[in-house]
């Protein structure tokens, strides 16, 4: 947030994939923070216990590389505001749209 880089984050547990880009410098996107809150537990879920679909992490994996080759090169629209979600069994996506929380500890006191 202080440096206001842009973090294109994923995960891959089972055969659920999830992928987005978080970038501050566009007023309206949310920081990681607002849907993620440093101070909320969550249920502590890894892929070492619960394993993974081997090539997902291969598709989720390629797709960052793609949205940070996008963003170095000032290409195209990021995911920035959207989380995109994989189900591997059927192969869908599904895009959730997301907005900044007002009361986010790390970026409610941006402009
Ligand atoms: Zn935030």
């Known amino acids: 947030m202080t440096h206001r880089k842009p973090l294109v984050s994923g995960a891959a547990i089972g055969f659920d994939g999830q992928i987005s880009v978080y970038d501050v410098r566009g007023e309206a996107n949310p920081c990681y923070a607002c849907l993620f809150p440093p101070e909320a537990t969550f249920e502590e879920v890894r892929c070492a216990t619960m394993g ?13 590389a ?29 895009e959730i749209r997301m907005q900044r929380a007002a009361a986010c500890p790390v970026c409610a006191s941006r402009r």
């Open 52 to 64: 993974v679909f081997a090539p997902l992490v291969g598709i989720i994996g390629t797709m960052q």
């Open 66 to 94: 793609a949205e940070a080759l996008k963003l170095l090169a000032g290409v195209g629209t990021s995911l920035a505001g959207r989380l995109q979600m994989l189900d591997a069994r059927t192969m869908e996506w599904n």
